[in-house]
């Protein structure tokens, strides 16, 4: 692993990712947030390998086809920069290192911070559903339960509260909060945290007999759509869609971090890159690693 990784090898590597994001953002504004998640979702389960672009075969259920994974997004993008880069570089530039770079693209493309990144990940062999349902967390976690889940991955409770920031941008289906609206306890209940105003505004775009699944933006205020701390005022005013988000003010040091982004952006955004860089080291490069050739299967 090394910054500028690819500046012999592959000069143009970090350019043609960051080009294919612009090009995709302008045919669909929410790409960025996509490959964010796609990115976390992938360094949670096996680390930082690209398991999470495998598809799954006769004998085998990959990560992209668990339950957890079923809005997963951005694979596309991923595979148009890795089509590139095949042209331009053969076998050099891993799966693993597109999604992180690209990740870090979107952040930036959104109004976030830019930071550098080190390459040369590389690429894993294996993909179980069963890990992805075993390691990633769910909006219906409460804190205990997240303070667990990301301690697994050795991070602390205030990066946990800023890794959460990334739900600043992007939108949610509403299969994935609608007990908070209609059944939260299994007896036809509203969630209690949720602000009565907001949540009758998210019935009207969720209704209970719906039967499409639409989507709905991640803040109360979507008309930025940019890297923001929107969010951790959504929480504080009891704004939040998920649970995973609304309990950070039930333990005192993610609320406290969750007060302190609220108020200031520039420390939002300094501990937001640096988890993000954290993130994108996760348990890389285990034995057995590869170049794929094709991001969707292995060599």
């Known amino acids: 692993m090394a910054y500028n990784y690819y500046s ?21 504004a929410g790409i960025t947030s996509d490959v964010t998640r796609l990115a976390f979702h992938d360094a949670f389960v096996e680390g930082c390998d690209a398991s999470a672009l495998i598809k799954s075969t006769p004998g085998n259920l990959a990560e992209m086809n668990a339950s957890v994974n079923k809005f997963l997004e951005g694979f596309e993008l991923i595979d148009a920069a890795k089509f590139q880069l095949e042209i331009l570089c053969p076998n050099t530039v891993s799966c693993a290192d597109i999604i992180q770079f690209a990740a870090r693209d979107g952040v930036r493309l959104d109004g976030g911070p830019f930071y550098a990144l080190p390459g040369g990940r590389l690429d894993g062999r294996v993909s179980k559903a069963s890990r992805a349902t075993q390691f990633l967390p769910l909006p219906t976690m409460n804190v205990s339960e997240l303070k667990a889940n990301f301690a697994a991955k050795n991070f602390t409770l205030e990066e946990l509260a800023t890794l959460s920031g990334a739900h600043t941008i992007g939108e949610s289906h509403c299969s994935s909060f609608k007990d908070r609206l209609y059944n939260f306890t299994g007896n036809g209940d509203q969630d209690p945290s949720l602000d009565p105003t907001y949540a009758r505004e998210l019935k009207a775009k969720c209704p209970q007999s719906a039967t499409s699944d639409d989507t709905v933006p991640m803040e109360s205020e979507p008309s930025t759509s940019k890297v923001n701390t929107v969010y951790y005022r959504d929480i504080l005013r009891s704004k939040s869609i998920f649970t ?49 050739y094709n991001c969707g299967s292995i060599n």
């Not at 970090?14 to 294919?20: A, L, P, S």
């Not at 309990?247 to 952006?265: G, K």
């Open 8 to 28: 012999k090898s592959c000069p143009l590597a970090e350019q043609v990712i960051y080009q294919t994001m612009v090009i995709a953002k302008q045919l669909h």
């Open 244 to 292: 995973s988000d609304q309990t950070l003010v039930n333990d005192p040091i993610t609320r406290a971090t969750v007060v302190q982004f609220a108020n200031n952006t520039e420390i939002f955004f300094q501990k937001f890159a640096a988890a993000m860089l954290k993130m994108s080291l996760l348990e890389v490069n285990k034995p057995g690693g590869e170049i794929r």
